[in-house]
């Protein structure tokens, strides 16, 4: 099982005090230590990860991995179009399915919208398992608690994982395409693919899937579920001379899981390929509505604290609590080379960009460096380390993805891919324009009021 994790109360500044102690910082062995310690799940060895920031390639080694697929496809996102990327992905799926895979799809309900239902009847039709994360019929108090996970994984062994969700602005390269989205997807290797398949059943029990064989994973209403998930025994006998029996079990077994739930969060015993302290390894790092939200910034204090030369972030969306505003410029201001490269005027969320833009002179008079990228409409959410540890997922630096959204991330420890992330973010500097202190200064009343009222209502956004 994964060691105990600190406890609740001070977690995050005790997490803070430990990682700035660190000599070798994130390349110290007690760094993986201390990071399993705040989420609780396993580390595993990795093999080689390729990088995809590029989003023609990605969906080309995604459409690759499912043609290649012997035993079950497993797809979920946020937004899943029926655009002409969306139904090259369809004909994948469909063929698997005809070849007689399982392939279960689960899209956010909100996100996927605007597809029509012809395109989920023709997957339905041809053997594809779909579900729709909180329809509100299904979920009506839980509306604003979306899937914003964006996750494929082929027979347990090969996963990708990322921000870009399935459309033609994904799918494109900035290179060939003016209206392309630049994004970043990791294709992943060996048994963390086993426990994105874990992640992937947490949001199919959600949606009222069928039970995944083999796979233990936490169930959102009856805690931890071990395959084949039984309900607790009752004698025969007993049964039929007390009926009311049998229900008032079930009752109380619903309550213990949630109970262990919350006490246990994703604590589950999977299976994992230890990794050394020189081993690249990787952590999953999964955050949901009402558990793994405190692990996700606590993990995001940690790498601050760790960061002995640079911290370099890339996402669309700022508006974080006020205490990462603070854990950031304390970085800098010991040096560290911290960096937000976020979006430009290009942008589909102008309001969260004036939200970001409520905080710039708090981080620009601290010593944070602020770029927004000119090229493309940003939405790639990453972050390194002193070129050896790297975050890749799903998750904003804003209210939604911290207490609202179920997210996917990757923290991987690797100089090769924290190297290539560099290099990527080095290049997409070069489409950027730095902010600075005194020109930000000049910006007029209007956009400072605007700024304000975003920052103030960042948690609504």
């Known amino acids: 099982m994964p060691t105990t994790s600190f406890p609740r109360a001070e977690r995050a500044w005790r ?16 760094f993986r230590t201390l990071a399993q310690r705040i989420d609780g799940g396993p580390l595993h060895r990795c093999p080689p990860v390729r990088l995809l920031p590029d989003g023609e390639e990605a969906f080309a080694r995604m459409q690759a991995a499912i043609d290649a697929a012997r035993e079950e496809v497993l797809l979920e996102t946020y937004i899943l179009r029926d655009d002409k990327l969306g139904v090259r992905v369809q004909t994948a ?113 959600r949606a009222r899937g069928p039970v995944l064989p083999g796979l233990e994973y936490v169930s959102w209403s009856e805690g931890v579920l071990h395959p084949p998930a039984r309900p607790l025994a009752l004698n025969a006998a007993l049964a039929s001379r007390w009926p009311f029996v049998a229900p008032l079990t079930a009752r109380v077994q619903r309550q213990l899981g949630k109970r262990r739930d919350r006490r246990r969060g994703r604590q589950v015993r999977r299976i994992a390929e230890a990794a050394g302290h020189d081993d690249p390894a990787v952590l999953v790092v999964d955050p949901r509505p009402g558990r793994g939200q405190r692990e996700m910034l606590t993990t995001l204090v940690a790498l601050a604290a760790a960061a002995r030369e640079r911290l370099w972030i890339t996402t669309p969306y700022f508006a974080p609590p006020t205490r990462a505003l603070t854990v950031l410029a304390a970085a800098a201001q010991r040096g560290v080379d911290v960096r937000l490269l976020l979006p430009g005027a290009r942008t589909d969320v102008p309001l969260a960009r004036h939200a970001a833009h409520g905080a710039y002179a708090y981080l620009l008079d601290r010593g944070v460096r602020i770029f927004e990228y000119q090229r493309a409409t940003l939405h790639a959410k990453t972050l390194v380390v002193d070129g050896h540890a790297s975050l890749i997922g799903s998750s904003n630096l804003d209210f939604r993805s911290f207490w609202l959204n179920a997210e996917c991330n990757v923290l991987l420890f690797d100089d090769t891919c924290g190297a290539a992330l560099e290099r990527v973010y080095t290049a997409d500097l070069e489409g950027s324009l730095e902010i600075t202190a005194a020109a930000w200064r000049q910006r007029g009343w209007a956009h400072r009021l605007g700024d304000w009222v975003a920052r103030a209502f960042r948690w609504a956004l």
């Not at 997490?15 to 007690?30: C, E, I």
């Not at 996750?151 to 090969?158: M, S």
């Not at 033609?168 to 970043?184: K, L, M, Q």
């Not at 048994?191 to 992640?199: F, H, N, P, S, Y």
């Open 15 to 30: 997490v803070w005090a430990t990682a700035r102690q660190l000599v070798n910082g994130v390349r110290d062995g007690a």
């Open 93 to 205: 799926l469909l063929q698997a399915a005809a070849r007689g895979l399982r392939v279960c799809v689960l899209a956010d309900a909100v996100g996927s919208l605007a597809t029509r239902g012809s395109f989920w009847a023709t997957l339905e039709s041809g053997g594809v398992q779909v579900r729709h994360f909180h329809r509100f019929w299904h979920h009506p108090f839980d509306a604003l608690r979306r899937d914003h996970r964006k996750l494929l994984v082929i027979d347990r062994a090969t996963a990708f994982t990322g921000g870009m969700n399935i459309g033609e602005e994904y799918g494109s390269s900035i290179r060939r395409r003016h209206d392309a989205w630049r994004d970043t997807f990791v294709e992943l290797r060996g048994t963390v693919a086993g426990e994105l398949a874990a992640v992937f059943a947490e949001g199919w029990d």
